[in-house]
Nanobody, 124 residues
Framework: QLQLVESGGGLVQPGGSLRLSCAAS????????IGWFRQAPGKEREGVSC????????NYADFVKGRFTISRDNAKNTVYLQMNSLKPEDTAIYYC?????????????????WGQGTQVTVSS
């Protein structure tokens, strides 16, 4: 069964850090660009960051630039999202998704596989 599994979410105070992981099973991530998305209550799902299949190209939404870092370890079939300087407005369910392309694509609808999401809550 092909699936993505996110982990690493939780409750953190403002200014804190979390590292999310996105692990694949049933297929190899090496041939897929991977995106991280998030969805807060009452809001649409939005793109956070994306990394090309080789890891040589990364993109970030303006609201996370300088705070979040995406990386991948193809040997471990895992993609990471390091989140620093977290703010209350970062609170959301975070999803990873895979698209069978070398480069990232902007449209949510183009992604082939999605994880179930992991909750990130930033609150004092």
């Amino acid at each position: 069964q092909l699936q993505l599994v996110e982990s690493g979410g939780g409750l953190v105070q403002p200014g804190g850090s979390l590292r999310l992981s996105c692990a694949a099973s049933g297929f190899t991530l090496h041939y897929y660009a991977i995106g991280w998305f998030r969805q807060a209550p009452g809001k649409e799902r939005e793109g956070v960051s994306c990394i090309s299949s080789s890891g040589g190209s990364t993109n970030y939404a303006d609201f996370v630039k300088g705070r979040f870092t995406i990386s991948r370890d193809n040997a471990k079939n895992t993609v990471y999202l390091q989140m620093n300087s977290l703010k209350p407005e970062d609170t959301a369910i975070y999803y990873c998704a895979a698209v069978g392309r070398y480069f990232c694509v902007p449209s949510v609808n183009e992604y082939d596989y999605w994880g179930q999401g992991t909750q990130v809550t930033v609150s004092s």
